[in-house]
């Protein structure tokens, strides 16, 4: 079955940019690359998502390694309210075999 | 952005009652909303998968009499969770998606439930 390993935690300093490493070795080739974060007892946000190619968008940037066997999200430049559980996830099917394999999560740590 | 409601934010309540915890899509129409559960610093565990006017398909070791998972419509999936007991205290979310589950389309998540049973 197809796994997904995040390092437990992370901390990085205020408006620098942040790398947070995803392995999923065992990637299919349907299989997409999401991003989600969470902040404490709320639900998970959408941050980003991808297949094959690098993405950008107005929160982040999703680089995807060639083989897919792993990705980086990354924060330009991280903010205090960047500070979150951060979960990578892959996400698979269609209809009736749709699945989510989740990470563990990487909880970011922000210091002022 | 498309909008999940989730409701109540927290609950308490005694041991053996019923608790009912409503997840709403305010501008989208879901055919499919999914239910997690969450205990401290862990990931989300999907619980159950449901499909408006259908049956849920519950995820192994969930027990389908113990958690009632109804969709009737479009916009509304509940979740009751019966004859609740400590052991039930957790943090549950649904999430949803526009039409039916396709792996590129990104998920939208409810703010979540906070369920203490005393």
């Known amino acids: 079955d197809a796994k997904t390993t995040q390092p437990n935690s992370m901390e990085s300093n205020e408006e620098e940019p942040v790398h947070l490493p995803c392995n999923h070795s065992?990637?299919?080739?349907?299989?997409?690359i999401h991003w989600y974060r969470q902040l404490p007892s709320q639900g998970p946000e959408y941050v980003i998502h991808g297949l094959t190619s690098n993405v950008n968008n107005r929160m982040a940037s999703l680089a995807i390694a060639e083989d897919r066997k792993s990705s980086t999200l990354i924060l330009h430049r991280a903010t205090l309210r960047d500070a979150a559980v951060y979960y990578c996830i892959l996400v698979s099917g269609g209809d009736s075999n749709y699945q989510l394999i989740w990470g563990a999560g990487t909880k970011l740590i922000i210091k002022p | 952005g498309a909008v999940v409601s989730q409701h109540p934010s927290w609950v308490i309540c005694k041991s053996g009652t019923s608790v009912k915890i409503e997840c709403r899509s305010l501008d989208f129409q879901a055919t499919t909303m999914f239910w997690y559960r969450q205990f401290p610093k862990q990931s989300l565990m999907l619980m159950a998968t449901s499909n408006e006017g259908s049956k849920a398909t519950y995820e192994q070791g969930v027990e389908k009499d113990k958690f009632l998972i109804n969709h009737a419509s479009l916009t509304l999936s509940t979740l009751t969770v019966t004859s609740a007991h400590p052991e039930d205290s957790s943090f549950y979310i649904c999430s949803a998606r526009k039409g039916g589950p396709r792996a590129r389309e990104k998920l939208f998540f409810g703010s979540g439930t906070q369920l203490s049973v005393l």
């Open positions: 065992t990637i299919s080739g349907t299989d997409y």
